[in-house]
């Protein structure tokens, strides 16, 4: 299994570009989300889905685009990228909400600048 | 405010030490908590778990939930420069990060 992958790796920006980061996942997990990682801040979930078209809302989707069309892709678009948006980018996945037993596993990152 | 508070460190300390970390929070609805371990430039995995109040082992790995004041901890022993990492506590009643912990073993 690759577990859960992640493109690009690296991405530059200039501000008002768009660009999808794309994740995708091989253990049959329903559930998967987004986070960024900012120095200081942890991870901040951006938005995530509990299975095949349906996604919600985390603590930080303004600017941020998902949607689930299949059980392995959850990509995500950034619409108008700001330099606010230069983070680290993962994705997860898990059987459930990733609570106790329930692992969730992350990808590699995408390491994002925008200019 | 974020609900759950870590100290980003770095904690530096000498190869074989006992390596100590700690996280607060603050909603008592909490009940499950994690420790993630990140290597430099690598996503998080998850480390440890543990349910409620209580010490739980693994190895050179002892996790304790203290829930009458909301403290989470983290020990390791024997620590190697192989332990060096960012380790992230997390609590789950609404999935929370604290913002790791930089470690650095050296030999």
């Known amino acids: 299994n690759a577990g859960v992958t992640q493109t690009p790796k690296f991405q530059v920006l200039k501000t008002g570009q768009s660009m999808t980061l794309q994740c995708a996942q091989d253990?049959?997990?329903?559930?998967m989300s987004w986070y960024r990682q900012d120095p200081g801040m942890g991870l901040r979930l951006i938005h995530y889905?509990?299975?095949?078209?349906?996604?919600d809302q985390g603590e930080v989707p303004n600017g941020y685009n998902v949607s689930r069309s299949t059980t392995e892709d959850f990509p995500l678009r950034l619409l108008s990228a700001a330099p606010s948006q230069t983070s680290v980018y993962f994705c997860?996945?898990?059987?459930?909400?990733?609570?106790?037993?329930?692992?969730?596993?992350f990808g590699p990152g995408t390491r994002l600048t925008v200019l | 405010q974020k609900e759950v508070e870590q100290d980003p460190g770095p904690l530096s300390v000498p190869e074989g030490a006992i390596v100590s970390l700690n996280c607060t929070y603050s909603?008592?609805?909490?009940?499950?908590f994690m420790w993630y371990r990140q290597y430099s430039r690598k996503g998080p995995e998850l480390l440890m778990y543990?349910?409620?109040?209580g010490n739980k082992e693994d190895g050179r790995f002892t996790a304790q939930v203290d829930k009458s004041s909301k403290y989470i901890s983290l020990f390791i022993r024997d620590s190697q420069p192989s332990d060096s990492a960012t380790y992230l506590c997390?609590?789950?009643?609404?999935?929370?990060f604290g913002a790791g912990t930089q470690v650095v073993v050296t030999p």
């Open positions: 997860a996945s898990s059987r459930g909400r990733g609570e106790g037993t329930d692992t969730q596993y």
């Open positions: 253990m049959n997990h329903e559930y």
């Open positions: 889905s509990v299975g095949a078209g349906i996604t």
């Open positions: 909603n008592s609805a909490f009940q499950y």
């Open positions: 543990t349910y409620s109040s």
């Open positions: 997390a609590s789950w009643g609404k999935l929370q």
